[in-house]
């Protein structure tokens, strides 16, 4: 599958639905299932012209619901109230449901028309990389001079990589004939490294038709055919003089805008247009929704062609003026003519250069919104049942109602059910169809307990220690998982992570071939998560245990879409020191690479040569895991640790954790400070893992 592609405008009035269709137009041609989507509508998707035309040109089989982001009025009220996150959600979450029926979509991004302009590039270049979309950036050339060009592009080129965008191309649309092919050559030679693009202005595809006056106003086509719809507008006319004074203002392409019962001035257009001495008319707008008088209407009902289009529209004649400042040319499925003109426009500047092919999709970019949104689809795919010990807890019941609304679990709560329904009832939660068991009185406690016995009686444990132990919530529900009545457990808001961990080591023991249970971090950066092991539960693993963890860790990673590419860290790089503490680590790369010889593994070697190509390059060339590593193995605790949260808090990362690994059944550890949102995303998790372990 290709990578999609976002359209994003360096502002306002760029003419990017002519980049738009000529992408669909193009890669129509060599893909089988493409996709169009719009960020943000101005009003509803059936009313969108860009919508209405890709759906009907390219007979694309989605309903307009599914595609747009969301209208300019949520938009507006979403970043007004500094949700600007869920913004982003929102559309991301629309956006994938149609990427999943598509081999590819090319997404159109905001006209600068409702949101903060000055903003509204950064929005967009956010947007692109949260929906994980090449981008393509159209810089206006309209009348602007090359030296001005050239500094818009430098400063769309500087301001999507500062955002970290994946820049697939830049298109100039709208430069001066007479200057494309200078400008071409001086950007390419400025921009050697660029892919830039230069498409000439077409005067067709510059300026509104009647037909798209129509649509932005609402207005009433009273006599015209289609094709006189799709009459070019040049120059607007407000005619509030007399009939001779108004004839010397006339234009050629002129949209002539008077009250409905100016009678004078509607006879005089019509003359004007069929006389030869007189410009073309390019059509009338009739404001104030007045009646031109039963004569004219028969007058205007005779004649054997309505060549001149005539519109109706209830609001008076300033307010028509104000309202045609929000038109802007675009291109009406309707009008072939504007259609040819733009993709013969594309072909022939851009289609020929252009690779037909976007590159495969690759996991490198994925941001913290679009691994949350692959957690849950993934999580939804193959729902599982997750149990909950700590359910009188208000953040464990808080984060249960976001579970419940987005449908992604089963969940039990474990507890007091007066105490739970209570504390519901007081935070005004709906937990709809959350089973709650309280470990003291539920029927399971005995055979729960049975099992315990026949587990650890060697240990020296009694029937009725066995028997007690069940009613604490932490080894009631490890006991659920064991016996299958819950597929997963999350635990440690409230509890210490040896009360949490301790019963499943005694209950759902490791996996074969696994020494030890470890732990991982998924650290979201900007662009990209990372994995982190073991930051939470072994304090100074050996080189068998730094090598197993290495290798479980580097699972965890597949299993959630991350290739691996494994950094064993250490104080020095390759053969460079000598010590305990290296050798240590070059024992455990020895010896993972020799249990998993497919691995990308690398070791030892320094956090800047793991991450830092240019660091890499220098001190381990020719690396397939240096400079590019996904996985990072710390040595020790203390070290997992401090890193962990240093980049966390400096680099204002999201870290998801810790996940424990190793276990046949997956229970993970919440932190006591935790927020709802790491419970969501731990439960998510869990329920994911245990897709694995079924």
Same mark, same amino acid.
């Given at each position: ?59 694309? !089989?989605?309903? $307009? ?126 921009? !050697? ?14 300026? $509104? ?17 289609? &094709? ?44 004007? &247009? ?34 001149? !289009? ?57 941001? $913290?919104?679009?691994?949350?949104? %692959? ?62 068991? &309280? ?6 406690? %005995? ?65 074969? =071939? ?46 959630? =879409? ?133």
């Amino acid at each position: 599958m290709q990578i999609s592609l976002y359209v994003a405008g360096a502002g306002v009035g760029t003419g990017k639905s002519v980049v738009a269709l000529g992408l669909m137009e193009m890669l129509s041609a060599i893909n089988r299932k493409i996709g169009f989507f719009r960020t943000v509508v101005q009003s509803s998707p059936q009313d969108d012209a860009q919508i209405a035309l890709m759906r009907q040109r390219y007979n694309l !089989p989605f309903a $307009p619901e599914m595609l747009y982001g969301c209208t300019a009025d949520e938009a507006k009220h979403l970043l007004g109230s500094g949700q600007y996150e869920e913004l982003i959600k929102r559309i991301l979450s629309k956006f994938k449901a149609l990427e999943e029926k598509c081999d590819l979509v090319v997404c159109a991004g905001t006209d600068y028309d409702g949101l903060v302009p000055s903003l509204e590039f950064d929005f967009n270049a956010d947007l692109a990389n949260n929906l994980g979309c090449l981008l393509i950036a159209v810089v206006k050339g309209f009348h602007r001079d090359p030296e001005e060009i050239l500094d818009a592009v430098r400063l769309a080129q500087e301001s999507l990589l500062d955002r970290g965008s994946d820049v697939w191309a830049t298109v100039i649309n709208g430069v001066a004939p007479n200057q494309a092919v200078a400008l071409r050559e001086r950007v390419r030679a400025a921009l !050697p490294d660029s892919s830039v693009y230069v498409l000439p202005e077409h005067p067709l595809l510059g300026q $509104p038709t009647i037909g798209e006056i129509a649509h932005t106003l609402g207005a009433q086509p009273l006599y015209g055919d289609e &094709d006189a719809l799709n009459q070019v507008v040049s120059h607007f006319k407000i005619a509030a003089m007399q009939v001779p004074d108004f004839l010397n203002h006339l234009e050629d392409g002129s949209l002539i805008i008077t009250p409905g019962d100016r009678s004078d001035i509607i006879l005089a257009s019509l003359v004007a &247009d069929a006389s030869t001495t007189f410009p073309r008319v390019a059509g009338m707008l009739l404001t104030g929704g007045l009646d031109m008088g039963e004569n004219l209407r028969k007058l205007m009902g005779g004649l054997r062609r309505a060549k001149v !289009p005539i519109l109706s529209v209830d609001t008076d004649t300033y307010r028509t003026v104000m309202d045609l400042t929000r038109v802007h040319a675009s291109i009406l499925p309707t009008d072939e003519r504007k259609i040819a003109a733009a993709i013969g426009l594309f072909e022939a500047n851009v289609m020929n250069e252009m690779p037909r092919r976007p590159p495969e999709r690759h996991l490198e970019r994925r941001t $913290p919104l679009m691994f949350e949104y %692959e957690l849950f689809r993934r999580a939804k795919y193959q729902r599982r049942h997750i149990v909950l010990p700590e359910g009188e807890e208000e953040r464990i019941l808080r984060a249960a109602e976001i579970l419940v609304l987005r449908d992604v679990v089963d969940l039990t709560l474990l507890g007091n059910p007066e105490k739970i329904g209570r504390r519901v009832r007081e935070l005004g939660l709906k937990l709809n169809g959350i089973r709650i068991l &309280d470990p003291v009185t539920a029927p399971e406690r %005995e055979r729960y307990g049975r099992t315990y016995f026949e587990l650890r009686r060697q240990k020296g444990i009694s029937e009725q220690l066995a028997f007690d132990l069940m009613q604490d919530v932490s080894y009631f529900g490890t006991s659920m998982v064991y016996h299958g009545d819950a597929d997963g457990m999350v635990s440690g808001a409230v509890h210490t992570t040896q009360h949490t961990i301790r019963p499943a080591f005694e209950i759902i023991k490791t996996q074969p =071939g696994v020494r030890i249970v470890s732990s991982v971090f998924f650290m979201c950066l900007a662009d990209r998560v990372l994995v982190y092991g073991d930051c939470a539960v072994n304090p100074n693993p050996d080189a068998e245990e730094l090598a197993d963890i290495a290798i479980s860790s580097a699972a965890t990673a597949a299993a959630f =879409g991350i290739e691996p590419r494994v950094a064993m860290l250490s104080y020095s790089t390759g053969e460079s020191s000598k010590g305990a503490d290296v050798e240590k680590v070059r024992e455990a790369t020895r010896i993972a690479h020799a249990r998993r010889p497919d691995l990308k593994l690398e070791g030892p070697i320094q956090y800047d040569a793991a991450v830092d190509a240019e660091v890499a390059r220098s001190k381990m060339p020719g690396s397939q895991v240096a400079g590019q590593a996904t996985v990072f193995i710390f040595p020790d605790l203390n070290t997992g640790n401090n890193t962990y949260k240093a980049v966390q808090r400096s680099a204002d990362a999201i870290a998801i954790g810790p996940v424990l690994q190793g276990l046949n059944k997956p229970v993970n550890d919440l932190s006591r400070g935790c927020l709802v949102a790491d419970i969501v995303n731990t439960v998510v998790i869990t329920a994911i893992q245990a897709q694995t372990t079924a």
